[in-house]
Each structure stands twice: as structure tokens, then as C-alpha cells.
């Protein structure tokens, strides 16, 4: 694992965190992963709206930070899996904080109460952002439920967003 370091000093632990983390799609690739191992394609579609080219980016950004870990097996055809490393996994459980808040405020100025939208958020089930047993694993990473789970497809559904830029 080789840690990619960026030039220029960071102002605080925040700061560092969002150069990991920086992006529109990240933190949903992270989502996706927090779920089970995952396969482009599998993550192509657990992502919608990512491009190739940037999911194959930030991938890679994310496996030189030591997020995610790329296992390459030598079948034909080529057959590559991406999963969270424990630092990823640690990296997701800090995360979760922030999901809580997006679900607090995701209807805030809609009139709309949780639970009303077109879609909900796949996080917000039982079982979600609870700590694991001290192994540095989110209980959904271990049970496969939690954020981002669905059931019948085995995918990590899309994030329900929070509409911020819109007017």
C-alpha cells in the first residue's frame, strides 16, 4: 500500500480528510464498498451517473490513498474486485455522522416529512451506523445491511441527494 501524499500542508484534520475524499462521487464509491466487494461494472451501477473514465480515477486515487484495495485475478477473462481496506472501512465509519445529518436535513424547505420522498434513503434502516465490535468494521460491512443496501439486487442502491445548488 503506498500513501499518496498531496502537495501542500493541511490546516486541520478536516482539511486532510477532504483531500481523501474530495469529488462528487467518492464518498459513493466508498458507500457502494461499504456494502461488500465489488466489481467495476457492479460499481458502475451502484454509482449512476459516474463515467468510466472518472470511476476509474477515482479509483485509483482512492487505492493510493490505502482506501480501497484492488485484487486482480489471473482468469480469463480478467476478473479485478475492489473492497475496503481497514483504513477505508474506518474512513466509511466516520462518514456515517455525516450521513445521519444528511438524513436530518435531506426535506429541510420541502414541506415534505422523512419518509415522504420519491426515494428513500437506503441508509436510514435499522442497522445503520451502528459501531461494529471493535474490529474497525461498520456493522453493515459485516451483515450487509446498513447504507446503501438493497436486498434484491445485491447492488448498494443511489444515494438520495440533497438537492444543494438547486433553485
Partial sequence: ???VRRPGAFVCGIDAAMDVIGGKWKVLILWALNERTCRFGELRRAVPGVTEKVLSSHLRELEDDGIVHREVYA?????????????????????????????????????EAPGQGEAADPGAEAGAGTAGSGSGESAGARTGEGAGAHADAGVPEPVVGLGYGQR
Fill in 1 to 3: 500500500m503506498r500513501i
Fill in 75 to 111: 482468469e480469463v477473462p480478467p476478473r479485478v474486485e475492489y473492497s475496503l481496506t481497514p483504513l477505508g472501512l474506518s474512513l466509511n465509519a466516520a462518514l456515517e455522522p455525516l450521513g445521519q445529518w444528511g438524513r436530518d436535513h435531506i426535506y429541510r424547505g420541502t414541506g
